[in-house]
């Protein structure tokens, strides 16, 4: 069964300073999602990251993927109070790729002055 | 529309009534999903359908949920007998199929149901 863990689950940081996000996952993949939720909103696609080695970057957030780790990172720079939400990953499987996602917990991101 | 619509946006239910809850996909994809966001199992995959395959319902919770979708693009998820642990957000997906792997999903606002 395919797990996949985001840490931290909650994250307070201040405006202008930089952090990063994991997503772990269990078993081989080579498609991992992030996502970004506002409260009471749906998921707005942020990344999607196809092999080994990806990296994008919008604005201030930049997303990489090491598959050989199974592990995804969300790195902010400079954050802004606009990054406040909460982040997902998501991986589909390997031999599915047909959008059959898995998942994290969520990541709480609170960008205070 | 240009995202994924979906009806209700809210829906409260008494304890064993059925729902029905609809979507419509983004015009030109072929796959379409049904998640469901809850507190206590966060975001869970459903049921998916792309074309006119069999659907994947390996998601579904129990029997009394179902889903069909109609003429490739409008779905319908439906829930018999309603129990309080339905209450959750429905969350409606869509995406293209290039080379028979999805491509990006887009998520509809949800419809969230409390069962009362």
């Known amino acids: 069964e395919l797990k996949v863990e985001q840490n931290p689950l909650f994250l307070s940081m201040q405006e202008g300073k930089n952090y990063t996000i994991y997503c772990n996952y269990s078993?081989?993949?080579?498609?991992l999602y992030w996502y970004r939720q506002d409260p009471g909103k749906s998921l707005e696609s942020l990344f999607v990251?196809?092999?080994?080695?990806a990296v994008k970057q919008e604005g201030r957030l930049m997303a990489s993927l090491d598959t050989k780790a199974r592990l995804s990172t969300l790195h902010i720079t400079a954050a802004v109070h606009d990054l406040s939400a909460t982040y997902f990953c998501?991986?589909?499987?390997?031999?599915?790729?047909?959008?059959?996602?898995?998942f994290g917990q969520g990541t709480i991101l609170t960008v205070h002055p | 529309g240009a995202g994924v619509s979906q009806s209700p946006s809210n829906k409260v239910t008494e304890k064993g009534k059925d729902v029905e809850l609809r979507c419509d996909p983004i015009?030109?994809?072929?796959?379409l999903y049904w998640y469901r966001q809850s507190l206590g199992q966060g975001l869970e995959f459903l049921i998916y359908?792309?074309?006119?395959?069999?659907?994947?319902k390996s998601g579904l919770p129990s029997d009394r949920f179902s889903a069909e979708r109609t003429g490739g693009s409008v779905s319908t998820l439906t829930i018999q007998r309603t129990q309080q642990e339905d209450s959750a957000v429905y969350l409606c997906?869509?995406?293209?199929?290039?080379?028979?792997?999805?491509?990006?999903?887009?998520f509809g606002e949800g419809s969230r149901l409390t069962v009362l």
């Open positions: 997906a869509s995406s293209r199929r290039l080379a028979g792997v999805a491509g990006e999903l887009f």
């Open positions: 078993t081989t993949s080579d498609r």
């Open positions: 359908f792309q074309g006119n395959s069999a659907p994947d």
């Open positions: 998501a991986v589909d499987s390997r031999g599915t790729s047909y959008g059959k996602l898995t």
């Open positions: 015009s030109g994809h072929t796959a």
């Open positions: 990251l196809l092999s080994n080695g």
